[in-house]
């Protein structure tokens, strides 16, 4: 071996050694994270961690024989949404869905039984309530100019009447009072957040002999997918709890009445929002014939498939085609000729105390 | 006697003089490296600052900061430095996640500073204790999401689901979200909590020294102290402190709300594309400014197949007309 190949030798012996070493230096002393600790998270994969997300079904049925009835319906508020509610989308007349649907379960079940559903609609130049907080204009008594007809005088032509409005007029209210001092049967629902926006709920309670509570029912231990969904459940036995088991309030209020029998109660475990306190004060009672339902939403298509709402809709239809007639005539031509006064009380459920 | 000494000119007394000059010498130039050496701190002591609205930015920043931090052998315990009022869901399971994992490795403090709510409170729970000042405000242990609404028909997606949902699919969705949230902190401090899991639930907020008391935190103290304690347990003597910053430069995004939601802005001067609704959100409400309105972005009135936008939020008259292209935000 001559002297340069003793020096190429050297040299690529050299270079190996080198690029070897940087080799097994590299593979030593690899960069990048190191693996993660292994972590059980028990908590994220409990099995009962997911809601069953299942709508459930409803079946509204009516068990009430009663002749066709005139059920008079008040929108008066929005029931759910943002967007105030329009008395003609309940009619078929276009405007917002929600008003429409939101009543539909309780008014379909009134309708597939013979009986009619009209919608009180405010007389030309009062406009409906928009809410939050805004007053309805005082009412065109006279009513002349306008094609809606004034609330006194449907009543007149009504056995029953379903409002989710709290502002009347004096004069409205005093028709309302004559109505139910006639016999006719009054649902009134309210929401919570009603006491907040409207001025008139207090004189509109006052006329029906019934208080709402403020603040909301909530209850963290059981519920219906959310803290103010509540179950409630029969405080008694009467027509409207009859194969209702439990019921689902979304929104609840406390209502009650002077004289008057509870009908439904939350649940134990159940909590006033505005004492953080249990409750037990009823969400739904009866006088005379004057429903108050601490709730507007509970009818709408999808809750009305929860837990038994469908029942108590059911029960709340036949309560209000059986138990009274304040005013109304018997529809032209119908084969009943029944009026309130000789309308058999025996012949359906009766809600009256 | 003279085979002992060498053989120079010097006499032996210079000849000691340049040894001892010589070792002066080398002596000046190792002396700094053996004071510093001795001097050294014994580890690092990191503190990471989450702070601002919980986000995609922020959580990037704070996995990546804690991954490095459990690879560097020269931290020995981590602080963590909150103020935050929460945000998105996600983000804050990927801060609990990469705190969970390094308070598997070292020592893991939080230290809150103003507020450590919702998302934030999320965040920080595995530590090993959380250090709040007197009036510091934690808890929030909750969802924050609009009622669901069933949608009308809409025509052209592939399934009902596509484009619309259905209220109950939406309510259990939502509680599902909440319980996850719920179920993990009870996981993480339920042992430590003096209130009940529906307690927990009720998502309120406590002052520092309530917070104390009832378990939400567990030591009354200020960062600086919270960093002293995790260098302690990480049984360092003396430890340097490497603060790492995270989240984006410029303090955005915000969040704002209005009555119905809460919003993700991503721009001093928002655009269309610079408000994002956020449907659910793990966020202290009261943390978050409120608008009355913020134009054309309100989740429900986002338009769909081409149908016309409306503003979602508070009087309609305050919408203006040109919005759409541009959207924004009024107060």
Known sequence: MNHAER??????????????????????????????????????????????????????????????????????????????????????????????????????????????????????????????????????????????????????????????????????????????????????????????????????????????????????????????????????????????????????????????????????????????????????????????????????????????????????????????????????????????????????????? | MSSNRFDSPLTPRHQLAVVVVAAALIGAVFAPIVYANANEPSGTVAVVEIEGPVNTALADDVENELAEIRDNGSVEAVVLKIDTGGGAPVASERMYKAVQRTSEQMPVLAAVQEISASGGYYAMAPADDIYVLPTSIVGSIGLNARAPQTSPPVEGPSGPDKAGGNEIEGWARQQTLADTFINAMMAERGDRFELSREEVAHADVYLGTEAVQNGFADEIGSLTEAVHEAATRAGLESYSVDTRETGPDGGIPFLIRTDEQVFAVYSNDPGYGDVEPMGVAYVHLESVPHIDTVERFSEGSLPVDGEAGTAGTADPNTTSDTAPASGGVGA
């Open chain 1, 7 to 353: 020096l190429a030798t050297a040299f690529v012996a050299t270079f190996a050694v080198i690029v070897l070493a940087a080799t097994v230096a590299g593979f030593v002393a690899t960069d990048g994270a190191a693996p993660a600790p292994e972590i059980e998270n028990e908590h994220f994969t409990d099995e009962n961690l997911t809601h069953d997300r299942t709508p459930g079904e409803a079946d509204v049925t009516m068990s009430s024989t009663q002749p066709p009835r005139t059920v008079l319906v008040d929108p008066g508020i929005e029931t759910a949404g943002t967007v105030p509610a329009n008395p003609l989308a309940l009619l078929g007349l276009g405007g917002p869905d929600v008003a429409d649907r939101d009543i539909r379960p309780l008014a379909n079940a009134l309708i597939e039984n013979g009986h009619e559903v009209r919608v009180h609609t405010p007389p030309a130049g009062q406009p409906t309530a928009p809410r939050p907080g805004a007053t309805r204009p005082a009412p065109n008594q006279n009513g002349a100019e306008g094609t809606q007809i004034p609330l006194d005088s449907e009543l007149e032509e009504a056995d029953a009447f379903v409002t989710f409005d709290s502002e009347y007029s004096a004069a409205e209210r005093e028709a309302i009072e004559s109505f139910v001092d006639g016999g006719g049967t009054v649902v009134s629902m309210t929401d919570p957040d009603e006491a907040f926006d409207q001025p008139g709920a207090a004189a509109f309670d006052s006329t029906l002999g019934v208080s709402t509570e403020p603040g909301y029912v909530y209850n963290l231990a059981e519920n219906d997918l959310n803290y103010q969904r509540v179950y409630a459940e029969p405080a008694g036995d009467s027509a409207l709890t009859d194969g209702v088991d439990r019921a689902v309030f979304p929104t609840a209020t406390p209502v009650g009445a002077a004289g008057g029998e509870e009908a439904f109660r939350p649940i134990d475990g159940s909590q006033l929002s505005t004492s953080r306190a249990p409750t037990d004060a009823p969400l739904l009672v009866e006088n005379g014939g004057v429903i108050k339902i601490g709730d507007a939403d509970f009818l709408s298509p999808e809750n009305a498939q929860r837990a038994d709402n469908d029942v108590l809709i059911g029960n709340l239809a036949d309560a209000l085609v059986t138990s009274g007639n304040g005013g109304a005539r018997p529809p032209v031509g119908s084969e009943s000729t029944q009026t309130s006064s000789d309308a058999d009380p025996t012949d359906g459920p009766d809600t009256a105390s």
